[in-house]
């Protein structure tokens, strides 16, 4: 009976003590947070916010704000979870150290996990910390990336060249030639700081294309331009186009203008900052018919953009110019650079299924088509990079007429082989 009688006791105590920890268990189950929102995924922008290259780096910062707000609204999923971005933008000043310095600072302090919307010219640093990191670099072609330079897709496996600069310079030369079908020779024009291999490929494909051409190289900090006018027209140029800064082919429109070359066509590589700028550098005269590369998706004539990144673009630019008083399309080349990155980014992401695994992620990118503010691309490049990472982006020109930069020309961008 004795015996009996504490089994009992015991089967009670036990169900009692289950039953304490089960209760327990639930409770702090219950107290454990659960997600409510999006993951945030960090991604970096090193990019020129001092120096003379500052113009350009700091012309896109609000839109491209403006835009990953609207982005996250709706942001990307994997399984059932929702992905929003949020971008840190780090001064790397356009140069080599500047770069090295951006790169460790968005990577190991800050937990990016890809840099995105990278143009400047130090590519070799940048992609140094990034590769080394496994951290995904979305970035532009330049010297670095032909037979000889320091790309290697062996050993940079994590970098996607979505702009293809050298393919770009292209097409807007072609572009050229459509809109000015009875020129004479484009005049090249760049800073022998970018004179390199780079050019001479960007040469044979001129030469393959039938453009007639003419180079000019200044030293840097050059601001008179009237012996480089004269070559150019012993040469026989009536356009002159500038693969390099913002400031040169500027003083060259107005240089050429005092010389009485009043109808040639000049322009630069790279979108407008703001046409007003040029009107005060170059004049009003000398400023119309200035040339630069136009990214209004909405009005591609010859590449097809998905109508809801159109809609996007748009809103992003009556956001920004209503917060800066209300001028109308005062910059436009933020569309072809970050959002299209992150575009690609992100539907990587969705195809690999997973935002940590960079090979996988890297792996869905190689050969694959995504649809971005600039079109819809397949990502080719293999024969001529090494490897199938380039991005594509329509070589679409534009000019100044009164105060405002206007469509002009298309030449879309032939798949890269």
């Known amino acids: 009976m004795k015996r009996q009688y504490g089994i009992t006791v015991f089967l009670i ?114 992609s140094a910390v990034s590769n080394a990191a496994k951290v995904l670099l979305f970035t532009r072609t330049g010297n670095e990336a032909v037979p000889g330079g320091v790309y290697d897709p062996k050993t940079q496996p994590y970098t996607v060249f979505a702009n293809p600069s050298h393919q770009q310079y292209l097409s807007d030369c072609l572009a050229l030639v459509k809109a000015y079908p009875n020129y004479k020779r484009i005049g090249i024009l760049d800073s022998n700081l970018g004179k390199g291999i780079g050019w001479d490929y960007i040469d044979q494909s001129l030469d393959a294309a039938g453009i007639r051409y003419h180079h000019e190289w200044f030293p840097p900090a050059t601001v008179d331009f009237t012996p480089y006018i004269t070559k150019y027209a ?52 000398a400023a119309q018919g200035f040339l630069g590369q136009y990214w209004c998706n909405w009005e591609f ?24 008083g209300g001028k109308s399309y005062v910059y436009t080349g933020w569309i072809g650079w970050l959002p299209s990155h992150l575009l690609i980014y992100s539907q990587a ?8 695994d960079p090979d996988a992620i890297m792996k869905a990118i190689r050969g694959g088509t995504f649809d971005s503010t600039t079109g819809k691309w397949t990502m080719s490049g293999a024969k001529t990079y090494g490897s199938p990472v380039v991005f594509g982006c329509p070589g679409c020109i534009c000019q100044i007429q009164g105060e405002k930069e206007v469509y002009l020309s298309e030449s ?6």
Not at 412 to 417: L, T, V
């Open 412 to 417: 879309a961008m032939a798949p890269i082989p």
């Open 234 to 285: 012993e040469a026989g140029c009536d356009i002159i186009y500038s693969g390099g800064d913002i400031t040169s082919p500027m003083l060259v429109a107005k240089q050429r203008m005092e010389m009485g070359y009043k109808d040639w066509h000049v322009g630069h590589a790279g979108p407008f900052v703001d046409p007003a700028i040029y009107l005060a550098v170059c004049g009003y005269e």
């Open 13 to 126: 105590v036990t169900a009692i003590l289950f039953s304490t920890f089960a209760l327990a268990c639930g409770e702090q189950k219950a107290a454990q947070p659960q997600q409510t929102g999006p993951v945030v995924i960090k991604v970096g922008l090193p990019t020129a916010l001092s120096g003379p290259a500052a113009p350009w780096g700091q012309a896109g910062i609000d839109y491209y704000n403006a835009w990953i707000d609207l982005f996250n609204k709706e942001g990307f999923k994997i399984g059932d979870k929702t992905y929003n971005f949020q971008l840190i933008t780090v001064d790397d000043e356009s140069t080599p150290e500047g770069g090295a310095a951006a790169a460790k600072q968005l990577i190991y302090s800050d937990g990016c996990k890809a840099l995105a919307g990278h143009w400047t010219w130090n590519y070799p640093t940048v």
């Open 301 to 324: 004539k010859d590449t097809k953009v998905n109508p809801k990144y159109i809609t996007m673009c748009q809103e992003v630019e009556k956001m920004v110019n209503d917060k800066r």
């Open 349 to 356: 992401m969705e195809k690999a299924g997973t935002v940590d």
